[in-house]
């Protein structure tokens, strides 16, 4: 059931944040590349083409730095958990080191980007470690640095890892590095912008069709294009569809108040599950330990805020941490190989038709790396990384798990304020939330995407799709897709 949860509801990322609004787009405009969205994939993409010289618009249907990467844990690092001893059994050695390059090229971009634009995002080199507090557990940490080594990491095995409680292994990849995600994509909206790029906010895309080659319609007016890049976090359109490839998920995030700026040396994730990632951060009140809980499939937990409980109760356990600033959900993609897709789906069928989706998590170097593949085929550059992530690659089809609804009550009575619930009448399925003054908000439960029943979300109080990970607010509005428009109105 829904209830009070400690601090403010929002990413400690954006918090205070003073940063340039854009227009949205009031125009029919014609540009060579447009990009919908404006998270690290987009604008990666924007400016390495403008690097290019090409002609590129971007629009972002919110405002920049408030989605997924201005809600991300921020830590620009090859380390993503265990994976290159995977990827070498399962894709061999080549793609595997295809992928430690890619993301390797990717943190170094960044790197680059934030010295040579002067981006103030709060940058700094850590240290990453995976530790594990299962001595039985201690081989997998050793056969993934020996893996990580071969791709020509600097990985070593500490016996423990430097945390305030006791560990049985850690894996440590030096000169890792940390940010603020959501000022570092305003940096680069700075940037795109000063190098003669054009960025439209809160210009949501309703349709995206072929024109004389792609065109894109918002409220507010349309772009014309010879290529469209959509790095939307789960594409709203495709010609090979990557719903049935990928598997919606969250997980939660929470930032404490504390006085020890050197609370931690270094950014951290345990092996074991549930997980733990964690590092410091800040906001304009001071220093904050961040921590990320284990993650789930959207839609398909009836009780969100239990994990806040359950992580606050853990950190406290753990560190000697003051009041909780802010918490909030989070939400990715995954891909069974745990590689993206990015690229062309058809080049024959929709030639100049980009996406770019599930970053299992890992979308900060990934994000990065797929920016600059995107502008390497668009310029018809040679890329190893083509292969990598191609979206056309084989998956199979029982890897997505469509969920229902977990959020069927019996009658609105049972709908406290504050609360959501699901309602059947008719045979329709109705989404109810009844504001904190008791008001009623009535809407269809079926998400316009594909139809399935939503979730209420008692934690971001959002209307959550439990089959594609699409996201509305309370008052039925969009605010993740692949859905594009909101839920009907609906009446009791």
Same mark, same amino acid.
């Given at each position: 059931?829904?209830?009070?949860?400690?601090?403010?509801?929002?990413?400690?990322?954006?918090?205070?944040?003073?940063?340039?609004?854009?227009?949205?787009?009031?125009?029919?405009?014609?540009?060579?590349?447009?990009?919908?969205?404006?998270?690290?994939?987009?604008?990666?993409?924007?400016?390495?083409?403008?690097?290019?010289?090409?002609?590129?618009?971007?629009?972002?249907?919110?405002?920049?730095?408030? $989605?997924?990467?201005?809600?991300?844990?921020?830590?620009?690092?090859?380390?993503?958990?265990?994976?290159?001893?995977?990827?070498?059994?399962?894709?061999?050695?080549?793609?595997?080191?295809?992928?430690?390059?890619?993301?390797?090229?990717?943190?170094?971009?960044?790197?680059?980007?934030?010295?040579?634009?002067?981006?103030?995002?709060?940058?700094?080199?850590?240290?990453?470690?995976?530790?594990?507090?299962?001595?039985?557990?201690?081989?997998?940490?050793?056969?993934?640095?020996?893996?990580?080594?071969?791709?020509?990491?600097?990985?070593?095995?500490?016996?423990?890892?430097?945390?305030?409680?006791?560990?049985?292994?850690?894996?440590?990849?030096?000169?890792?590095?940390?940010?603020?995600?959501?000022?570092?994509?305003?940096?680069?909206?700075?940037?795109? #912008?000063?190098?003669?790029?054009?960025?439209?906010?809160?210009?949501?895309?309703?349709?995206?069709?072929?024109?004389?080659?792609?065109?894109?319609?918002?409220?507010?007016?349309?772009?014309?294009?010879?290529?469209?890049?959509?790095?939307?976090?789960?594409?709203?359109?495709?010609?090979?569809?990557?719903?049935?490839?990928? $598997?919606?998920?969250?997980?939660?995030?929470?930032?404490?108040?504390?006085?020890?700026?050197?609370?931690?040396?270094?950014?951290?994730?345990?092996?074991?599950?549930?997980?733990?990632?964690?590092?410091? %951060?800040?906001?304009?009140?001071?220093?904050?330990?961040?921590?990320?809980?284990?993650?789930?499939?959207?839609?398909?937990?009836?009780?969100?805020?239990?994990?806040?409980?359950?992580?606050?109760?853990?950190?406290?356990?753990?560190?000697?941490?003051?009041?909780?600033?802010? !918490?909030?959900?989070?939400?990715?993609?995954?891909?069974?190989?745990? #590689?993206?897709?990015?690229?062309?789906?058809?080049?024959s069928k929709a030639p100049g038709f980009y996406i770019a989706t599930g970053f299992n998590a890992w979308g900060i170097s990934n994000g990065t790396a797929a920016g600059m593949l995107i502008c390497d085929l668009i310029v018809e550059r040679r890329s190893r990384w083509k292969a990598l992530y191609d979206p056309a690659r084989p998956a199979p089809e029982?890897?997505? !798990?469509? %969920?229902?609804? $977990?959020?069927?009550?019996?009658?609105?009575?049972?709908?406290?304020?504050?609360?959501?619930?699901?309602?059947?009448?008719?045979?329709?399925?109705?989404?109810?939330?009844?504001?904190?003054?008791?008001?009623?908000?009535?809407?269809?439960?079926?998400?316009?995407?594909?139809?399935?029943?939503?979730?209420?979300?008692?934690?971001?109080?959002?209307?959550?799709?439990?089959?594609? %990970?699409?996201?509305?607010s309370a008052d039925g509005s969009v605010i993740h897709g692949p859905a594009k428009n909101p839920l009907a109105l609906a009446v009791l």
């Open positions: 059931m829904d209830a009070e949860l400690p601090g403010a509801s929002g990413s400690c990322w954006t918090a205070g944040l003073s940063a340039p609004r854009y227009p949205s787009l009031q125009a029919s405009i014609h540009a060579e590349t447009v990009v919908v969205g404006a998270g690290i994939v987009g604008l990666t993409t924007g400016l390495r083409l403008r690097e290019e010289g090409r002609e590129v618009a971007v629009v972002e249907a919110l405002d920049i730095g408030g $989605q997924v990467t201005g809600r991300s844990t921020a830590k620009i690092t090859t380390q993503h958990r265990l994976i290159y001893q995977q990827l070498i059994a399962q894709r061999g050695r080549e793609l595997a080191q295809d992928y430690a390059d890619a993301n390797k090229a990717g943190c170094d971009l960044i790197c680059d980007w934030v010295d040579r634009h002067a981006i103030a995002c709060d940058f700094e080199n850590r240290d990453a470690y995976v530790y594990t507090r299962d001595l039985g557990r201690r081989n997998e940490i050793e056969a993934e640095a020996a893996a990580a080594r071969s791709l020509g990491f600097n990985a070593t095995i500490l016996d423990r890892a430097p945390l305030p409680f006791e560990t049985a292994a850690a894996l440590r990849f030096p000169d890792q590095a940390q940010f603020n995600p959501a000022s570092y994509l305003h940096g680069l909206a700075k940037a795109f #912008i000063e190098g003669g790029g054009l960025l439209f906010e809160r210009s949501r895309t309703r349709l995206i069709d072929e024109a004389n080659r792609w065109r894109v319609v918002t409220d507010g007016g349309n772009i014309h294009a010879e290529n469209v890049i959509i790095a939307t976090n789960m594409t709203v359109k495709s010609p090979l569809g990557m719903a049935r490839r990928t $598997q919606p998920r969250m997980h939660i995030a929470m930032a404490f108040r504390t006085d020890d700026a050197d609370l931690l040396d270094g950014m951290f994730i345990s092996l074991e599950e549930p997980s733990r990632s964690l590092r410091l %951060g800040r906001d304009a009140d001071g220093p904050l330990l961040v921590v990320l809980g284990p993650r789930f499939n959207t839609g398909q937990d009836g009780d969100v805020a239990s994990r806040f409980r359950e992580l606050e109760v853990w950190v406290r356990d753990h560190f000697d941490v003051g009041d909780t600033a802010w !918490r909030w959900c989070n939400e990715d993609y995954d891909t069974l190989d745990r #590689i993206a897709y990015v690229g062309e789906p058809d080049s029982d890897f997505h !798990r469509d %969920g229902d609804s $977990q959020s069927i009550v019996a009658s609105v009575e049972e709908i406290a304020p504050g609360h959501g619930g699901v309602i059947e009448k008719d045979g329709e399925k109705i989404a109810v939330y009844r504001g904190v003054q008791g008001g009623l908000h009535v809407l269809s439960a079926k998400c316009t995407h594909k139809g399935c029943t939503v979730t209420w979300n008692n934690a971001d109080r959002t209307w959550d799709c439990p089959c594609h %990970g699409s996201i509305f």
